[in-house]
């Protein structure tokens, strides 16, 4: 199985005529996702040429709204390359349109923007991942968003995490194991998809064996996860958290990522996670190294 993305879901691209959406859209079509259509009101009715993963030519169509590509193409995913200035507003018009996964790339938002669409979400039922995140990828199945779909194939690890290039190095870590689902929620101070949100999703998932966490300073998302996982997860988990040498008070990279005194430190964040009893490796490669010995011990028993 796979969380929350698989094969059959159906996915559009809101601002695929755009050069980021088009180069991404053409990478998601290689990787077998399902991509049913796109939006741009001022190229309505037209037809945007790719190139399959077989080789074969596909015709992707452009419509005016979100909701006339669901109408015509049962579309139940969107995934947003739109600039920051509009990304509320395709957002909002995604959950009207009754889009049930909203993958927000755009990075940069304003934060009042996120909190505002983030909760009209929560409040319609749908699901927003990011935004400013990499997007989610179901190993040979489906890829909606910019993860590189060839580091890795299916397997039987999950993997939630805040940074885009650590999911993507992690990936690569533990490419011959696999994954269920990747899922890059980002690193801004508001995303719509959390650690616990993913945790809950991969603990029912029957296919996923253990959980591996990305998180980064800033925040105390990370000391919630860790809680959680005391309380509700079964599964093994092993956590990275980015920022170990990071200055205090300084912003570094993602704007969640603000340590103030001991709050929101990687020490911290680890001692908590340790605490859940959660492994914590103090870099990637050695968090990779947990994963293996904790999976190869499942197997032995």
Do not use: W
């Not at 925040?219 to 205090?248: L, N, W």
């Amino acid at each position: 199985m796979s969380v929350f993305l698989d094969e059959n879901s159906r996915v559009i691209v809101q601002g695929i005529t755009g050069s980021e959406g088009r180069k991404h859209t053409g990478l998601m079509l290689k990787a077998g996702t399902r991509i049913v259509g796109g939006t741009n009101p001022k190229k309505a009715g037209t037809k945007l040429q790719f190139e399959k993963a077989d080789g074969s030519s596909t015709e992707v169509p452009v419509f005016g709204t979100v909701a006339q590509a669901r109408e015509q193409t049962q579309a139940n995913v969107s995934v947003i390359f739109v600039p920051p200035a509009f990304a509320k507003s395709a957002v909002v018009e995604a959950v009207d349109a009754g889009i049930e996964l909203i993958v927000v790339i755009t990075e940069g938002i304003p934060v009042q923007d996120s909190t505002a669409f983030v909760n009209y979400a929560l409040e319609k039922g749908s699901r927003i991942i990011g935004p400013n995140c990499p997007g989610i990828i179901s190993p040979g199945k489906a890829n909606a968003g910019i993860t590189p779909a060839n580091i890795t194939g299916p397997g039987r690890l999950g993997l939630v995490s805040k940074s885009g290039t650590l999911t993507y190095q992690m990936m690569y870590e533990l490419r011959d194991l696999g994954f269920t689902t990747c899922i890059g929620i980002g690193g801004d101070p508001v995303v719509g998809t959390t650690h616990i949100d993913a945790l809950a999703a991969f603990e029912d998932d029957p296919d996923t064996e253990l959980i591996v966490m990305i998180g980064e300073i800033g925040g105390d998302a990370e000391e919630r996860a860790a809680e959680y996982i005391k309380e509700h997860v079964s599964k093994p988990v092993v956590g990275y958290v980015a920022g170990f040498t990071a200055p205090e008070g300084k912003t570094m990279g993602h704007a969640g990522a603000i340590v103030s005194g001991s709050s929101g430190t990687a020490e911290a964040k680890k001692n908590a996670l340790e605490a859940g009893g959660v492994k914590v490796g103090k870099t990637p490669s050695e968090t990779a190294r947990l994963a293996r010995q904790i999976l190869s011990g499942l197997n032995k028993a």
